[in-house]
């Protein structure tokens, strides 16, 4: 069977006006605009056989999004060949493709026309297409009316019902409630198993891991690592936590000499698994962060907080060290290091591990250590989430953990334990 | 997901823009959303007015009765008694051809956010203002030979002139749409040239005034390849005021040349356009 998508050398150039063409300029000999040629997109060869499911990630602005245009065939590439087989619906982030004035009934019809369907088949799937969506109420209200998720229902419930061969997801689960967000995965995962080829852009290494045995990390308008999902998701990690043109390897935040930190600055930071240094943890492990610090001024009686915040931001835990201790002083140039033991009971994901100092009444910040270090934890196999329980499913008295990923039967490859990629 | 439908559209892309057959190919594939689209921009616009779709008559009326009474007896021009229908005529003229390009001028930068994840041919975005507004002007021509025996004017054999004057019309204005929609993609000023040209074409092309009335202008009258159209909508109702033959000549030539390069401009940034928008 030939592949779902094959993309040959593709590239994409954009011309950045410096500032918007205007026709007289244009017109006029010599006054023409400047501007200057970026490649959003370059040399990307990639091959998605029928029924694979490849997530594609890669930090803003990296070119994932323009990919995914060619691939819808709203834009056309400037180099390279593009095939693409099959029906495509893609799935788009919010109220893309819906008349405001219109009801949600009038975009139903035509936006099921536009993904392919004629308007009988629009009208056989109508009931089921609004059921999924759980809209009957506003169905006939103008979609102006709607809130950003309700849109995002329809939109959803619209491109899943056309039976798409192709499915192309961009950011789509990040609105809608929680529910609507499960309803969705189930939907997909029934789409995978009855052989849909799935294109998942995502921010959500969680949605990807869920979703994709293979993933694709785009970085800075290449395809930087194709292989299996943990692979390309560790690959991305080590990218983000990379500072821009080189330097640090161990970290994210900066070290000491490249920013200053009036009172404290960070020399090094490192964290030892139970198999030596390491970035990577897994599940379980005890591990040490250890933080060297040189003092620039004098400092009296500091207090350590030590924070873990996920990729997303959340502070998943927070811990500072005794309060109203008149510990003691540190005089400029003093050095001091900080180990926080600790165990893992963090989900798979990415994490920062920071550290701040503050007076002992917290008023007074003496380093503040946003970056601090990014660390990977391997997600234990059949669970996901920001926490590790260690749970165990039993049922009569069989234990039914699972000991496979997280993911649809069949398309999954296990990614196995995790080595250094790239 | 076999579902007994058409055999699996391929898409092939290459920097090349797709050839003729294949956009032709894809515009007839579409053109089921062509009309959806025109018939929910035709509801949408009316249904939120309490007289609706009224007011795709009234308008035209009421603006040819105003300037009837202005120039019949304000003016005194004295064109004679079928002069009513021949303002009618030419305001129902002008103010589709008015109101579909304006809004065919920025129908591909409007609809961005309808085509900016789905693909279907730019065209029928500018397509779809001629279409819906069809609507009103036939329901406005038929208004129009309604009250025709009322201000003294004679039914004639030269009634079915409206078939081809009302196809020229949207011929022309549709064209000109296609050059000028993609015009306003790259240079954003484009929709206001063309809402200050709207403003003086009235006045340059035989709406509510014979060509003649022009005097030294006519020369403007007759290369303005709306007073084509406009001249047949006058010959089917009150029959000829002037000059008709050499402004239909320009007309159609002038509609010919903007559909081919129209057509070549569409056709050849259509997956473009998305990364200006």
């Known amino acids: 069977m030939s592949p779902a998508i094959e993309m040959e050398g593709v590239g994409k150039k954009y011309w950045h006006l410096t500032e918007q063409a205007m026709l007289l300029k244009s017109i006029l000999p010599g006054a023409a605009p400047k501007k200057e040629e970026r490649w959003a997109l370059r040399d990307v060869d990639l091959v998605v056989d029928t029924g694979e499911t490849v997530g594609v990630i890669g930090h803003n602005g990296a070119g994932k999004t323009t990919l995914l245009r060619m691939l819808a065939g709203v834009s056309r590439p400037s180099e390279g060949h593009i095939r693409v087989r ?87 689960l990040a609105v809608g409630d929680g529910s609507f967000q499960l309803k969705c995965f189930d939907r997909m995962r029934s789409m995978q198993a009855d052989g849909t080829t799935v294109l998942l852009v995502s921010h959500s290494i969680h949605a990807i891991r869920l979703l994709c045995s293979r993933a694709v990390l785009v970085h800075h308008g290449r395809i930087d690592f194709d292989g299996t999902a943990e692979l390309a998701i560790s690959r991305h990690h080590e990218l983000m936590s990379t500072p821009v043109g080189g330097g ?108 701040t100092a503050t007076d002992r009444f917290g008023r007074q910040t003496y380093l503040h250590d946003v970056g601090g270090l990014v660390v990977y934890v391997t997600p234990r196999l059949g669970s996901a989430g920001i926490a590790d329980l260690d749970a ?15 993911l649809i039967e069949g398309k999954a490859s296990s990614p196995g334990r995790l080595g250094d990629a790239g | 997901m076999a579902d007994g439908r058409a055999p699996a559209p391929v898409l092939d892309l290459t920097p090349a823009a797709d050839s003729y057959r294949l956009w032709w190919t894809e515009l007839r594939r579409h053109a089921g959303v062509l009309l959806v ?23 035209p009326v009421l603006q040819g009765a105003v300037m009837a009474v202005i120039f019949t007896r304000v003016v005194r021009s004295g064109t004679g008694s079928g002069y ?5 005529g030419g305001v129902a003229a002008y103010s589709y051809f008015a109101s579909v390009l304006g809004t065919s001028v920025t129908s591909i930068v409007d609809g961005a956010a309808l085509t900016d994840k789905v693909w279907f041919p730019r065209v029928i975005l500018v397509v779809v203002p001629s279409l819906s507004n069809l609507v009103g002007l036939v329901v406005s021509v038929v208004v129009l030979v309604a009250l025709m025996p009322a201000f003294g004017v004679d039914y004639s054999v030269r009634l079915l002139l409206l078939v081809p ?44 005034y014979p060509i003649g009335f022009l005097h030294r202008l006519r020369i403007v009258a007759i290369a303005n390849p ?18 008709w033959v050499a402004p239909l000549v320009v007309s159609l030539s002038v509609t010919a040349i903007l559909l081919v390069v129209g057509a070549e401009v569409q056709r050849r940034y259509d997956r473009l356009f998305v990364d200006l928008l």
């Open chain 1, 248 to 355: 640090s390897v161990d970290g994210s935040g900066p070290l000491a000499g490249s920013a200053q930190e009036p009172w404290i600055s960070v020399t090094s930071r490192s964290l030892a698994g139970e198999t030596g240094p390491t970035h990577h943890l897994q599940p379980g492990e005890r591990a040490t962060y250890s933080v060297r610090l040189r003092f620039n001024e004098r400092v009296d009686h500091p207090r350590f907080v030590f924070g873990v915040t996920s990729e997303d931001g959340t502070a998943c835990y927070v811990m500072q060290t005794r309060v109203g201790l008149e510990w003691r002083s540190f005089a400029a140039a003093d050095e001091l290091e900080v180990d926080v033991d600790l165990s893992t009971t963090l989900g798979g994901g990415t994490y920062r591990f920071t550290l």
């Open chain 2, 37 to 59: 689209l025109a018939r929910k921009d035709f509801q949408t616009r009316y249904k939120r007015a309490s007289l609706g779709v009224a007011w795709a008559v009234a308008v």
């Open chain 1, 86 to 172: 099959g029906r495509v619906a893609p799935l788009i982030s919010v109220g893309v493709g819906f008349h405001q004035e219109m009801t949600g009934r009038e975009n139903v019809l035509v936006n099921g026309m536009l993904l392919g369907l004629t308007r009988r088949e629009v009208a056989s799937r109508f009931d089921e297409i609004v059921a999924f969506s759980e809209l009957e109420e506003f169905i006939d209200t103008p979609v102006k009316f709607y809130s950003s998720g309700m849109y995002m229902r329809l939109g959803f419930s619209v491109a899943v019902h056309t039976s798409p061969e192709i499915l192309l997801v961009d950011e789509v």
């Open chain 1, 392 to 406: 165990h499913i039993k049922a009569s008295g069989d234990d039914l953990t699972a000991h496979e990923p997280l």
């Open chain 2, 84 to 88: 009513v229908i021949y303002v009618m």
């Open chain 2, 165 to 208: 004057a009302i196809g020229l019309l949207a011929a022309l204005v549709t064209s000109l749409g296609l050059v000028v929609s993609a015009l306003q993609v790259y240079f954003r000023d484009v929709r206001f040239i063309v809402q200050a040209a709207l403003m003086v074409w009235m006045y340059l092309t035989p709406v509510i």
């Open chain 2, 226 to 243: 709306l007073t084509g159209p406009v001249s047949l909508f006058h010959m089917a109702t009150v029959g000829s005021r002037g000059l």
